[in-house]
């Protein structure tokens, strides 16, 4: 198990080619400004808080990163108020949900939680 100042990110080179980041950046880009994201973000809700914010402040992000072989699709992005887009980092869905097993886990197993 890691410690939170010991999170690793497996990052291949195939996926951080400043090539390839380049022209995933252009596509991103370029569906900030497609109807289906200004819908996305009509809503003003963060994807992962929830938190109704204003359009205006929502970021996009990507749900897998780029530089972890994610996409400028419609099915990776999402819009995100800044401080969870900041506290996701590189992070994947999956890893947010092992940490919260992780997180039940250990409160299941405290000394207070323990019947006698």
Sequence with gaps: ?????????LLDPAHTNPKRLKKEREKARALRKS???K???????CHYCSKKISPAL????????????????????VPACKSCN????LKIPVEDAFEELE??????STPENEES
Excluded: C, F
């Design 39 to 45: 819908n996305q973000i009509a809503l003003g809700v």
């Design 1 to 9: 198990m890691t410690s939170k100042s010991q999170v690793y990110h």
């Design 86 to 89: 900041e506290n996701k980092k």
């Design 103 to 108: 997180r039940q886990k250990k409160d299941r």
């Design 35 to 37: 109807h289906w994201w």
């Design 58 to 77: 929502l970021t996009m992000d990507h749900l897998v990163p780029l530089a972890r072989g994610g996409t400028s699709s419609k099915g990776n992005v």
